[in-house]
């Protein structure tokens, strides 16, 4: 590893382990064996990325030319395997675990596809992708309702993370304190809806149509 190791690599790792510890927490609530964990992990922590190097034709595909993410990711899904014998890590630990995850892949994917020379539009669209997709692989594996498609804020969270990121590499090039704010800019607003329950505006049903009128 270079002397110099970039920040948004170090944060990329970060986003991978702590995804991987998402994901080992989501089986576990299944009680799913080892395997199982390991699976549900590595699929949660690789599969947003995965999809947006895909779609935007990044080959090879970031974990397969660093197989460091695979390591992190194992490494992160066993570490939980452990502690959460002797730990309660479930309910907020998992939904904080999910938001700094959130964070972290929404700017790295923004800022992977604005490097590829991609259209502002896109590159914030393949950063919701990279923040979002590994989550609903996870709840899927897990059998639960995915988070995107609850009422609570959390797409939009990560929308305005990659659009910040987006507008102030229109400003000037990105630098680690664009990175920063934009992390901060996500995280913030998911943590906050989870504190106060913020939901965006839900299509009404009949019933609280006729209420209304």
Do not use: N
């Not at 599969?47 to 970031?62: H, K, M, N, Q, S």
């Not at 974990?63 to 502690?83: E, H, K, P, Q, R």
């Not at 897990?142 to 959390?154: K, N």
Request: hydrophobic fraction near 55%; aromatic fraction near 8%.
């Amino acid at each position: 590893m270079p002397a110099s190791v970039p920040v948004i690599y170090l944060l990329d790792l970060f986003g991978v382990a702590v995804f991987a510890v998402t994901g080992s927490l989501s089986a576990g609530k299944k009680r799913m064996d080892l395997f199982g964990v390991v699976v549900v992990a590595l699929a949660t922590a690789l599969g947003g990325g995965t999809l947006r190097d895909v779609i935007l034709g990044a080959y090879p595909v970031f974990w397969i030319s660093d197989t460091l993410y695979i390591f992190v990711a194992s490494g992160a899904s066993l570490l939980t395997f452990v502690l959460a014998r002797f730990f309660d890590f479930q309910g907020r630990v998992l939904k904080t675990a999910d938001a700094f995850g959130l964070a972290l892949f929404t700017i790295i994917g923004t800022q992977k596809a604005l490097h590829l020379g991609v259209s502002p539009v896109v590159s914030s669209m393949m950063g919701v992708m990279t923040g979002v997709a590994g989550g609903i692989v996870r709840d899927m594996l897990s059998g639960e309702i995915p988070l995107i498609l609850r009422a609570e804020i959390y797409a939009t969270a990560s929308l305005c993370g990659a659009s910040t990121l987006v507008a102030l590499s229109l400003l000037h090039p990105i630098g680690r304190f664009d990175i920063i704010i934009s992390v901060l800019v996500t995280l913030c607003l998911r943590l906050a809806a989870l504190h106060w329950r913020l939901s965006l505006p839900v299509f009404p049903s009949r019933e609280e149509k006729r209420a209304g009128s």
